[in-house]
């Protein structure tokens, strides 16, 4: 299959794998609606794609991923109708990914923020450089972290440091990532390449029927866990999006002051 045609991605196949680097390095590889939307359509065309037996996704620049974008909330801010496009994509996003037959890794680069982390935690295998940090800091900036790390979180590490993590909204550096079981691998920055070379070569050159049959059986969880929570999680972090919390937290992000927080 011929991926071609995205802006916000840059996609090259090498035999049987294909890398995909999110290219926006100037915003952190910030995940707005157009750069999500493209991730959508390459989760959907990867179901057609009979020549690529694993994906390696990693960002451009000193970032994975930062996450959401804030100054893309802010015009998002009063339209209803946006909005709830926004989490319609936002919903297949999620369910779409969990449906990608091809062993998914996530190359881990730089740090993984928000919907980054979430991004990169419902691949099949994560690998972080040992400089880079992971974590999930919804509430911070006044929203709910509805958006998939209710699902991944508490499966991978357990409900009390899902709480721990998802409620603090802190960051998390490779090898705490790595010892509490969130991510599969930190590695010394210059072995990182190796290290993912290492596991795509040894699944695109095995049994793929095999390896991908096993993939969907093991992603039944996740995607049980994605119709228990998915829903109310984006509903919750509709209305968190609205608030004055969150509104009071992208002024003092573009202001470069702390915000202060009112509980609305």
């Given at each position: 299959?011929?991926?071609?045609?995205y802006?916000?991605?840059l996609i090259?196949r090498?035999d049987a794998?294909?890398?995909v680097?999110?290219?926006?390095?100037?915003?952190?590889n910030a995940?707005d609606?157009?750069?999500e939307?493209?991730?959508?359509?390459?989760?959907?065309?990867l179901r057609q794609?009979r020549?690529?037996?694993?994906?390696?996704l990693t960002g451009a620049?000193?970032?994975?991923s930062a996450g959401?974008?804030?100054?893309?909330?802010l015009?998002?801010?009063g339209?209803?109708p946006?909005?709830r496009?926004?989490?319609?994509?936002?919903?297949?996003?999620?369910?779409?990914?969990l449906?990608?037959e091809q062993?998914l890794?996530?190359?881990l680069q730089?740090?993984?923020?928000g919907?980054?982390?979430?991004?990169?935690l419902?691949?099949d295998?994560?690998?972080?450089?040992d400089?880079a940090?992971?974590?999930?800091p919804?509430?911070r900036v006044?929203?709910?972290?509805?958006d998939?790390?209710?699902?991944?979180?508490p499966?991978?590490?357990?409900?009390?440091?899902?709480k721990?993590y998802?409620l603090g909204?802190e960051?998390?550096g490779a090898?705490?990532a790595?010892?509490?079981?969130?991510v599969?691998f930190?590695v010394?920055?210059a072995?990182?390449?190796?290290?993912v070379?290492?596991?795509?070569?040894?699944?695109s050159?095995?049994?793929?029927d095999?390896?991908?049959?096993t993939?969907?059986?093991?992603?039944?969880?996740?995607?049980?866990?994605a119709?228990?929570?998915l829903d109310?999680g984006l509903?919750y972090?509709?209305?968190?999006?609205?608030?004055a919390?969150?509104?009071?937290?992208?002024e003092?992000?573009?202001a470069?002051?702390?915000?202060?927080?009112?509980?609305?």
């Amino acid at each position: 299959m011929n991926h071609t045609g995205y802006e916000h991605l840059l996609i090259e196949r090498r035999d049987a794998v294909l890398h995909v680097v999110l290219n926006a390095p100037d915003k952190l590889n910030a995940i707005d609606f157009a750069m999500e939307s493209e991730l959508l359509r390459l989760f959907q065309d990867l179901r057609q794609d009979r020549a690529t037996a694993v994906v390696v996704l990693t960002g451009a620049g000193r970032a994975f991923s930062a996450g959401g974008d804030l100054q893309h909330n802010l015009r998002l801010l009063g339209d209803l109708p946006m909005i709830r496009q926004e989490f319609d994509l936002a919903r297949r996003f999620v369910n779409t990914l969990l449906d990608v037959e091809q062993p998914l890794i996530a190359r881990l680069q730089g740090d993984a923020i928000g919907l980054g982390a979430t991004l990169a935690l419902l691949c099949d295998l994560t690998v972080m450089a040992d400089t880079a940090r992971i974590g999930d800091p919804h509430v911070r900036v006044g929203l709910v972290a509805g958006d998939g790390g209710a699902i991944a979180w508490p499966l991978l590490v357990g409900y009390a440091r899902a709480k721990r993590y998802l409620l603090g909204g802190e960051l998390i550096g490779a090898a705490e990532a790595e010892r509490i079981g969130l991510v599969n691998f930190c590695v010394p920055a210059a072995e990182l390449d190796a290290t993912v070379e290492r596991w795509a070569g040894r699944w695109s050159s095995g049994p793929r029927d095999a390896v991908r049959w096993t993939k969907a059986t093991l992603n039944l969880s996740l995607k049980a866990q994605a119709a228990l929570v998915l829903d109310a999680g984006l509903a919750y972090e509709m209305n968190s999006l609205q608030s004055a919390d969150h509104r009071e937290a992208i002024e003092a992000f573009l202001a470069k002051r702390a915000p202060q927080f009112g509980g609305r």
